[in-house]
């Protein structure tokens, strides 16, 4: 099912822990698992997406940072990485990019432009947000077709999301009107506690939006997979966190239709 004409997905919440580069990596396996070509883009300075697909940042070409600066082709440093999806690798320079960014006109549609003659070579292109609601967010949410939002399903971890849903609907009015909220993803979830039930329940109401399910469950099987430079789908192939994001990517893909 190869349509290369990418759905492109942004996963972003400014909270930090919540699983976005998790769920990026493990999401974009899933899909590469069901034959799509995927690309990942880290977009946070951190490169924590970049290491935990095995990538040294040191090594790597040219990054997402020159790509936003326009110094290079976004198609000369896409890296293959062994997970069988393709990266866009940030390095700490990207932790400049921000200050540089700021003194650019049409900043906000620079990823989109600089992605633009890659949609035709992939499915499905994901990229994974800092956690701040800064520029590149911003020119995140810019480039997207629609917007997934890991949240932790514990006291008081969606307080920012109201704060986000704003942040998104600022972009949908100045840069972006086809930018769509896919939902919330709920992440971590201990289903032992009747309180991780309660807020799942009530989040969906309280915001509006879709809460995709089944919610990922917090296991320890997470914090291997980075250190082995595999997604979960690979270092715990038939464990419950994987098959859920197998099933959520599944779900994510029919519901785009
Ligand atoms: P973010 O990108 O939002 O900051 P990460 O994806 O880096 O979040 O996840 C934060 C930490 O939580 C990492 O150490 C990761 O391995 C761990 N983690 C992610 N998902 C799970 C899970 N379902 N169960 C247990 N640990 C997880
Ligand atoms: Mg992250």
Not at 182 to 201: M, N
Not at 208 to 217: K, L, N, S
């Amino acid at each position: 099912m190869s349509t290369h004409k990418a759905w492109v997905v942004a996963v972003a919440n400014q909270k930090g822990g919540v699983a976005k580069t998790t769920t990026v990596g493990s999401l974009g396996s899933a899909f590469a698992e069901q034959g799509l070509s995927v690309l990942l883009v880290d977009l946070d300075p951190q490169a924590c997406l970049t290491f935990s697909l095995g990538i040294d940042p040191e090594s790597v070409e040219g990054s997402v940072h020159q790509v936003l600066l326009g110094e290079v082709k976004a198609a000369d440093v896409v890296v293959p990485t062994e997970d069988g999806v393709d990266l866009l690798p940030a390095t700490i320079e990207l932790a400049t990019a921000e200050q540089l960014l700021l003194m650019r006109t049409g900043r906000e549609q620079l990823l989109k432009t600089a992605l633009a003659p890659l949609l035709k070579r992939y499915d499905v292109i994901m990229l994974d947000c800092p956690p701040s609601l800064g520029v590149l967010t911003t020119v995140a949410l810019t480039a997207a077709h629609g917007v997934l939002i890991p949240l932790q399903c514990e006291t008081l971890s969606h307080r920012g999301v109201g704060q986000l849903l704003d942040t998104i609907h600022d972009v949908k009015r100045m840069t972006n009107r086809r930018l769509k909220v896919i939902g919330v993803l709920p992440t971590l979830f201990d289903g032992r506690t009747s309180h991780g039930r309660l807020v799942l329940e009530r989040i969906g109401e309280d915001y509006g939006v879709t809460v995709w399910e089944p919610a990922i469950p917090k296991s320890v099987r997470f914090a291997e997979a980075p250190a082995a430079g595999r997604s979960i789908l690979a270092t715990a192939r038939s464990s419950k966190g994987a098959d859920a994001y197998r099933e959520v990517a599944g779900s994510l893909l029919s519901a785009r239709g």
